[in-house]
Each structure stands twice: as structure tokens, then as C-alpha cells.
């Protein structure tokens, strides 16, 4: 059973910076992978993904200010957010996703990592 473990989070100012690690016990070499967000009172949803090749997308709320990438040999993944604003607070979550099924999650869920954005 692949387990997911995000962390990085934290409490931050608006403005500021945060980087996010995804750390998955199963390789990630392959694998389409995906940085999700979960606001207060809102549904989990794809921010970002990156291609086994490196091919990035983002929503268009983050586009600019987050940055993912990925290192297969470390079997890492991350999420550089830089410009934070007061809505990207929320849990976000990482994991390996189906591009052919609208990105659905193909591992279990991680206890995800909480990001807080104050005014």
C-alpha cells in the first residue's frame, strides 16, 4: 500500500513564500502527478500537474505564482508558491493522477499539509 506524505505547510503572511514536499512511498518515475487544494468549506481540486516529462499545468488562480516540479531520482515532488493570497489557504494534498479519468487520485489520500495565508 503506497502511502503519501506531504508537509511544508504553515502559517504565512500574504505575500510571502512556502514550499511544499510530496514524499510517496511508490516511484513516481512514469507517473503523472498532481498538487490538489482543499479551502475552507470547498471541494478537493487540482491546482497542478507535471508530466513524467516535466510538462507542467496550473489552474488559472495559481498560474504565475506556483511552480511545480518534480525530481524522479529523489522520488520527490514540490510546489513552490510564491505571492500568496488570503485564498490559498486550505489542506493541499499530493498524488499520482489519472489524466485519462479528469485526474482522478490513483493512490490513497496523505494527511495532507495545511497551508494558512493572513492579511
Known amino acids: 500500500q503506497v502511502v503519501v506524505v506531504e508537509s511544508g505547510g504553515g502559517l504565512v503572511r500574504a505575500g510571502e513564500s512556502l514550499t511544499l514536499t510530496c514524499a510517496p512511498t511508490?516511484?513516481?518515475?512514469?507517473?503523472?502527478m498532481a498538487w490538489f487544494r482543499q479551502g475552507p468549506g470547498n471541494q478537493r481540486e487540482v491546482i497542478a500537474h507535471?508530466?513524467?516529462?516535466?510538462?507542467?499545468n496550473y489552474v488559472d488562480s495559481v498560474k504565475g505564482r506556483f511552480t511545480i516540479s518534480r525530481n524522479n531520482n529523489m522520488n520527490r515532488m514540490y510546489l513552490q508558491m510564491n505571492s500568496l493570497k488570503t485564498e490559498d489557504t486550505g489542506v493541499y494534498y499530493c498524488n499520482a493522477v489519472a489524466e485519462w479519468d479528469a485526474f482522478s487520485a490513483r493512490w490513497p489520500w496523505g494527511q495532507g499539509t495545511q497551508v494558512t495565508v493572513s492579511s
Open positions: 507535471i508530466d513524467s516529462d516535466g510538462s507542467a
Open positions: 511508490r516511484r513516481m518515475f512514469g507517473i503523472t
